[in-house]
């Protein structure tokens, strides 16, 4: 890849915004207005890294690439940034969060993620003080994340001040804790927002017990929702093999078929 390729890219932008000659979608959309396709092509992009497939996954990215592009081509249009201002806040950052690799004089070329977490929270007091208010371990945590995800953010900002377990069984009482809450709501009036509430605090919990184990809770989910998919797929194909439907068959039945489905499938 050389500028030119990329100044191509960016003329390609600047012409479908073109208010005369560029294409009429393209130059009704917003900074707001594009942001479902941004997290859509991410979503694409980690489909395509699940399926080991690296042609889609060139195809994904390029697609992701666009969208930065389409934001800093707004963006210019306003007045607010460009292109060049993107790619400046990365390298400074980069430089910044990698002292041992760039300024190696004065720092050791051992780094851990405790140091890379203290670069990360001067980041966010400088933010803070820029905007005139005291900096929290929570600031920037982006509320557009996935709740999984998001929850892993901030049980580990708060672990690295401190506010964590030390021994798994207190996180796994925890568990047990909260879903002993929930059952007793279920027994007592079923009210909607309570449920919620305490179904939330078992999730949370949950979400702790996995971070301990060093396992990702969106992955751990998103594999289970994929092995559950291939396993119902494969009880239809039983079904439809034998013209049955799962209509026809009762609970137990269908049962029956699927813990024989688990051993193979």
Request: with cysteine.
């Amino acid at each position: 890849m050389n500028d030119e390729q990329i100044n191509t890219l960016l003329n390609i932008m600047a012409l479908l915004r073109d208010p005369d000659n560029g294409c009429d979608w393209d130059k009704k959309q917003t900074i707001d207005s594009i942001r479902q396709y941004t997290i859509e092509e991410a979503y694409e992009v980690a489909e395509a890294i699940d399926q080991n497939n690296m042609d889609d996954l060139r195809d994904e990215l390029g697609d992701l690439l666009l969208q930065v592009v389409f934001y800093s081509q707004i963006a210019k249009e306003e007045n607010i940034f460009n292109f060049s201002d993107v790619v400046n806040a990365i390298i400074n950052k980069l430089i910044s969060r990698h002292p041992h690799v760039f300024n190696k004089t004065n720092h050791s070329t051992d780094f851990s993620e405790v140091s890379w977490e203290k670069l990360k929270a001067k980041e966010r007091e400088n933010k803070a003080t820029t905007i005139g208010r005291k900096a929290s371990v929570l600031d920037d945590i982006p509320k557009a994340l996935p709740a999984l995800m998001r929850a892993v953010k901030i049980q580990k900002r708060t672990a690295n001040i401190g506010f964590d377990w030390n021994e798994i069984e207190s996180v796994i009482n925890k568990v047990h804790e909260e879903l002993e809450e929930l059952k007793y709501e279920m027994k007592n009036g079923m009210q909607p927002d309570r449920l919620l509430d305490e179904s939330g605090d078992l999730l949370f919990s949950c979400v702790n017990l996995l971070r301990h184990l060093k396992v990702d809770p969106e992955s751990a989910l998103r594999s289970t929702n994929i092995k559950f998919e291939k396993r119902f797929r494969a009880l239809e194909n039983s079904l439809e093999e034998k013209n049955q439907v799962p209509s026809e068959l009762t609970l137990e039945e269908l049962e029956l078929i699927w813990n024989n489905l688990k051993k193979s499938v």
